[in-house]
């Protein structure tokens, strides 16, 4: 199936749940990172139990403490 | 009040504008905007808003001038080291441009002091190193309803979004809790191009800019990223969380909060001195 990750289209397998994609996608430190599907953000409790579909769009968004 | 010659001359490239024009320079002269941090975010910012007429200028940072600072921070220079930042900040504002209106608060903003430093200021520009500080300023902003930018840089990348009362998301919608202390590296110690400060504290001056003359779309309901390594810029819709724990339906947090700090440069004592001119 096709998914959007950041912008770009990527074909994954059937079923993908959230937590392989974060696997596959070499997210550093997944748990300081917003994920955000169809632009609604996944809330913590359910990063783990997430199974993306077909045409879903996927962002990571980062913290980003500098500004010195 | 109508401008001088010499203000129609020096703003000249703005009033030929047509979302400018004559009534959008008188906006921003009459406007008002609170740097908090004149660092590498602070420093573009504050340049271009002094030079645009931007008619009072809060800068807020408790910092002196230290050498590892002017890879980034344009508006401080060699002879400037060791000197308070907002006292250098404001020297170079004020060369820039007489017009403008400087105001120094030589501290660190925290609960105590936040919400009554906003209140004068029509909008704020985050341009603070550190999460604790990011968070006190979102906190602050929602509850006294003002519009502020934030954004934050490390290496090569950068990231911003618009915060405007009633209009889509807060930061703390975004990303709920700063990390753990030294969780998520500081531009200190991962590093950070100088021109990228540069760049996103520029984005941040024309927010505040349109902010003022009321004009373009702003980043709300968006996170713009920059990628320079990539050269890449894209914006990220956003929506507003109604369980966000401060502009959310059921708020939990009343009073802006005290996080514990870590910051990117070795910091000196505590001050709390307020120079006004």
Do not use: W
């Not at chain 2, 008619?55 to 590892?68: F, R, Y």
């Amino acid at each position: 199936m096709i998914i959007t990750v950041a912008g770009e289209k990527k074909e994954y397998k059937e079923g993908l749940s959230l937590v392989e994609l974060i696997e596959l996608e070499k997210i550093d430190m997944p748990e300081y990172v917003t994920v955000s599907i169809n632009d609604d953000f996944v809330s913590s409790e359910d990063k783990e139990t997430t199974v993306l579909k077909e045409g879903d769009s996927v962002e990571f968004l980062y913290f980003m403490g500098g500004g010195c | 009040m109508a401008m001088t010659d010499e203000q129609i001359e020096r703003y000249s490239r703005h009033i030929i504008l047509k979302e400018v024009g004559a009534k959008g320079q008188k906006k921003l002269l009459n406007g008002s905007v609170l740097i908090i941090g004149a660092g590498g975010l602070g420093a573009p910012a504050a340049l271009y808003l002094a030079a645009a007429g931007v008619g009072h200028i809060g800068i807020v940072d408790a910092d002196d001038v230290d050498l590892s600072n002017l890879q980034r921070q344009v508006i401080h220079s060699t002879a400037d080291i060791g000197k308070a930042k907002v006292k250098s900040a404001k020297e170079s504002m004020e060369a820039i441009n007489p017009d403008v209106k400087v105001t120094t608060y030589r501290m660190f903003v925290d609960s105590t002091n936040i919400r009554e430093l906003i209140r004068e200021y029509d909008f704020i520009i985050d341009g603070t190193d550190n999460f604790p500080a990011k968070f006190l300023i979102n906190d602050a902003c929602v509850l006294e309803k003002k519009p502020f930018s934030h954004a934050g840089i490390i290496r090569f990348q950068g990231q911003l979004l618009t915060y405007v009362p009633g209009e889509g998301p807060c930061y703390r919608c975004v990303f709920k809790n700063p990390p753990p202390k030294d969780a998520v590296p500081t531009c200190k110690q991962a590093g950070v191009i100088g021109a990228m400060a540069g760049t996103i504290g520029t984005l941040q001056a024309m927010e505040a800019i349109k902010y003022l003359i009321g004009k373009g779309d702003l980043l709300t309901g968006k996170l713009l990223t920059y990628d320079a390594l990539k050269m890449e810029f894209r914006k990220i819709n956003l929506k507003k969380d109604c369980k966000c724990a401060v502009c959310g339906e059921n708020p939990s947090i009343f009073e802006p909060i005290d996080y514990e700090q870590e910051v990117c440069e070795e910091t000196a004592g505590r001050f709390a001195t307020r120079d006004e001119q």
